[in-house]
């Protein structure tokens, strides 16, 4: 049986590859090389081919005959496309975590603190990371854990941070319009799919 450590090592390289996108280090259009990723981390070169398939269903590199892997030219029709999913799942993960964050909504409010927090430091990154963490705790109290692995698939951080800094887009809700899901949650809305599903669509990049 394989170790944990082993099982995780792809995912360790998927990390690694994406902070480098994310960061620059490899920008759209240019080649990732497999046995140079090999040599930095000092692994073989099967666990890093298992991390660049994930991304390659993430959409975020491409391979060809003859031409190796790339890192995907992203636009703004790429984001649009992921919204109305995202929206869709969201709204189903609403639905059905009412009952339950509507009695206990604490797994959702250190986000929203975080963010506030962010909003007043003005700090982008952070922004990011606590959106997304904030609408993962949402999809992950619907207790439907194959609602979970398709949301997850989309990739949404990746998404976020990359049209960041390759399209100039920022997040349009923070702190307060996740407050604002919080207390629609507490007062128990019947409307709560749809004006998480609104929320979302909001998010989207305008073309």
């Given amino acids: 049986m394989a170790s944990?450590?082993?099982?995780?090592l792809p995912r360790q390289i998927r990390?690694?590859?994406?902070?480098?996108?994310?960061?620059?280090?490899?920008?759209?259009?240019?080649?990732?090389v497999e046995r140079r990723i090999a040599a930095e981390l000092n692994v073989s070169q099967t666990p890093i081919r298992e991390a660049l398939r994930e991304l390659e269903v993430l959409r975020l590199i491409e391979s060809a005959p003859n031409k190796g892997v790339r890192v995907r030219n992203l636009t703004a029709a790429d984001l649009e496309e992921i919204y109305p999913v995202r929206a869709a799942l969201e709204q189903l993960a609403a639905t059905l975590a009412a009952?339950?964050?509507?009695?206990?909504?604490?797994?959702?409010?250190?986000?929203?603190?975080?963010?506030?927090?962010?909003?007043?430091?003005?700090?982008?990154e952070a922004q990011v990371r606590h959106t997304v963490q904030f609408h993962r705790q949402l999809v992950r109290a619907s207790g439907n854990t194959v609602l979970l692995h398709a949301w997850e698939s989309l990739g949404i951080e990746v998404w976020t941070n990359l049209s960041i800094r390759?399209?100039?887009?920022?997040?349009?809700?923070?702190?307060?319009?996740?407050?604002?899901?919080?207390e629609a949650f507490r007062r128990r809305d019947p409307?709560?799919?749809?004006?998480?599903?609104?929320?979302?669509?909001?998010?989207?990049?305008?073309?």
């Fill in 4 to 8: 944990p450590v082993v099982q995780s």
């Fill in 99 to 124: 009952a339950g964050l509507g009695a206990d909504v604490s797994v959702l409010e250190p986000e929203v603190a975080a963010l506030y927090a962010a909003d007043r430091g003005g700090d982008s």
């Fill in 15 to 32: 990390e690694y590859i994406v902070e480098g996108i994310v960061n620059g280090r490899w920008k759209p259009g240019e080649r990732i």
């Fill in 166 to 182: 390759w399209l100039g887009t920022r997040q349009q809700s923070y702190a307060e319009e996740h407050e604002a899901i919080v």
């Fill in 191 to 207: 409307r709560i799919g749809e004006l998480v599903k609104e929320h979302v669509l909001g998010c989207a990049p305008q073309l």
